[in-house]
């Protein structure tokens, strides 16, 4: 059961900290965003524009770690 609780602890890990990854910078960026008066000179285009597309990466990592942990989605 250790072993078990183990491995469900370390995989949950994994999927928070990608989430953690590819969300947070794109979340905090908004937040920045929001409270300034001029976006544009706050935050620089180019890295809004990176933080957005990780939202988009994530989305195609998600399904490959489930692949990779878990041993029913790998069957499938």
């Known amino acids: 059961a250790l072993a078990r609780d183990r491995k469900a602890a370390k995989n949950l890990f994994i999927f928070v900290f990608v989430f953690s990854i590819c ?10 965003r929001a409270l300034c008066k001029n976006p ?4 620089s285009s180019l890295v ?9 990466v994530h989305s195609t990592i998600n399904p490959i ?3 990779f942990i878990h041993v029913k989605f790998r069957k499938a």
């Open 40 to 43: 544009d000179k706050c935050i």
């Open 23 to 32: 969300w947070c910078p794109y979340t905090f960026l908004t937040l920045i």
């Open 65 to 67: 770690l489930y692949s």
């Open 48 to 56: 809004y524009e990176v933080t957005f597309w990780l939202l988009w």
